[in-house]
């Protein structure tokens, strides 16, 4: 079962900063959030992931709302190779490490 | 350091057939997870293998089925294929379990068109 929500699609100008959010409103205490893309049927690539506050890595941020029903994936100035489908997820972790996917936010960068 | 290796990365089958995937998980890693992403949709969790031991199961039939080999590869096996088995199977894997919180490494996927 998908746990979480993504628009299914966004445009962002290249050069401007990428703001995808996603709804998790059933996400438990223990759980985490990942962000994933996927450029082209590749492989998913790892961007960040959080569990109660903000983070920053070289690749984007990630803001979680305080009740943490949802969060915001910033790439911070989006260039034409960060076209891909993006994927917000929750790891469930009480059986295995269980990654569900939605379906993604397909974001296109716009010359 | 070589990343997670699948093969063969395209495959055709005709329904009725059985398949097998495999993957090598990167060096070091114990847990290896394989997820089917039919064209359009999200990957879908099949199973998760740590120490050779199944450690979670997602919804799919019992015509699939996986192992974890002692060096951590690992195979996923579909018997008596079906059209809507075609698929990109990914495998991904881990340093650990329920108390990792690493990231999860994606392999590039083996692509099974199902005629």
């Known amino acids: 079962d998908a746990k979480t929500t993504q628009p299914p699609s966004m445009d962002c100008a290249e050069g401007r900063a990428a703001n995808l959010p996603c709804n998790h409103s059933?996400?438990?205490?223990?759980?985490?959030v990942y962000w994933y893309r996927q450029i082209h049927s590749q492989g998913p690539q790892y961007i960040i992931h959080?569990?109660?506050n903000n983070e920053t890595n070289e690749m984007a941020s990630l803001i979680i709302t305080e009740d943490r029903k949802s969060s915001t994936l910033i790439l911070p100035h989006a260039t034409l190779r960060d076209t891909a489908v993006y994927y917000c997820?929750?790891?469930?972790?009480?059986?295995?490490?269980?990654?569900?996917f939605g379906t993604g936010t397909s974001l296109t960068v716009i010359p | 350091d070589a990343g997670v290796t699948q093969s063969p990365t395209h495959l055709i089958k005709t329904r009725g057939q059985h398949v097998t995937l495999r993957c090598s998980p990167i060096s070091g890693h114990k847990s290896v997870s394989w997820y089917q992403q039919v064209l359009g949709q999200g990957p879908q969790f099949i199973f998760q293998y740590y120490e050779k031991e199944e450690r979670g199961r997602g919804n799919f039939p019992d015509r699939f089925s996986a192992r974890q080999f002692p060096n951590y590869s690992s195979e996923l096996n579909v018997n008596a294929l079906l059209l809507g088995d075609s698929a990109l199977y990914l495998c991904?894997?881990?340093?650990?379990?329920?108390?990792?919180?690493?990231?999860?490494?994606f392999g590039e996927g083996s692509r099974l068109t199902v005629l």
């Open positions: 991904a894997s881990s340093s650990g379990l329920e108390s990792w919180t690493g990231e999860l490494f």
């Open positions: 059933t996400i438990s205490g223990n759980e985490y």
């Open positions: 997820i929750v790891r469930v972790t009480n059986t295995g490490n269980q990654f569900y």
């Open positions: 959080g569990l109660k």
